[in-house]
């Protein structure tokens, strides 16, 4: 059997929309944040796969969940996550999370409702907030606005490849209801340009993200970890400029990304932001615990 690794698309950190153990991050979390990142990217590599069945995909994730619980060293990204995770004492559990959403993705192609859109996220985003906030020792008071934020970046990555995920995969994350009320088809995102209905959808539906985003705004003030809290404040500023743009953009026939210098420009606006909080405002604050 063909080892995981070799079937990966061969997108590393470097290509994400957004920083994955970027230089602001300590480096001392750097080896073990990027063996979280490449056992995922492997794992959705896979369940991604346009040659590979669904029951071989199912197979894949099935091996890389035994050998990350220890069964098995023939899965280079799972092993050395094990291992990385064992040198901390951490439980492979957000990794475990993530495993089922991509077992989602084999199976499940359409979402009726909201709610189940964020049932996705809870296996496919908010996972990876909550990995990040216990490699730097945060509480769990923090997960309620990591949830929001790690949600609303995916929501976001849903609107901006709507259209090559329908066309490559058949897969829709578009609610149906949504759908059905602004009066579009599935089929409209087989076009190369969104038909007055599905942009109605897909704007009504960055609007409801924007909205997510900001339960998630509070995150970067309620780190206590000084990098961490810079880190977030860039993904944060990052995601607001994308749901912006996807309240006035067609993702089918234009390009909804920040142009490097526009990264930048945000990136440094939310750093110095933070820095400045942080420097003479308020220390990080406490919330009630996160929802179950």
Wanted: aromatic share 6%; charged share 25%; proline share 5%.
């Amino acid at each position: 059997m063909t080892t995981a690794s070799e079937l990966r698309s061969g997108k590393t950190h470097r290509d994400e929309n957004f920083p994955v153990a970027s230089w602001i991050i300590h480096p001392r979390h750097r080896d073990l944040i990027l063996a979280f990142y490449n056992f995922v990217r492997t794992a959705d590599d896979i369940a991604d796969h346009e040659m590979l069945d669904a029951e071989t995909k199912l197979e894949y994730l099935d091996l890389l969940e035994a050998e990350l619980l220890g069964r098995g060293e023939t899965q280079p990204e799972a092993v050395h996550l094990r291992r990385a995770l064992a040198e901390r004492g951490m439980p492979p559990r957000h990794a475990l999370d993530l495993l089922t959403a991509f077992r989602m993705d084999v199976t499940k192609l359409r979402y009726e409702d909201w709610d189940e859109v964020i049932h996705y996220c809870r296996y496919s985003a908010m996972p990876v907030g909550r990995f990040m906030l216990d490699v730097h020792g945060e509480s769990t008071s923090t997960w309620q606005a990591s949830d929001a934020l790690c949600a609303g970046l995916q929501i976001n990555n849903h609107l901006q490849d709507c259209g090559k995920d329908y066309r490559t995969l058949n897969r829709v994350y578009l609610p149906r209801d949504v759908l059905d009320a602004a009066g579009a088809k599935v089929e409209d995102l087989g076009l190369q340009k969104s038909s007055p209905a599905l942009l109605k959808c897909l704007q009504g539906l960055a609007v409801r993200t924007a909205s997510l985003l900001g339960d998630g705004r509070p995150l970067a003030a309620e780190i206590k970890d000084y990098r961490l809290g810079l880190e977030v404040s860039v993904i944060q500023a990052y995601a607001d400029r994308i749901v912006r743009m996807l309240q006035t953009r067609d993702p089918l026939s234009e390009r909804v990304h920040l142009k490097p210098i526009e990264f930048a420009t945000a990136s440094f606006g939310a750093m110095g932001s933070e820095i400045l909080r942080r420097s003479f405002g308020k220390g990080p604050v406490s919330h009630p615990a996160p929802r179950a």
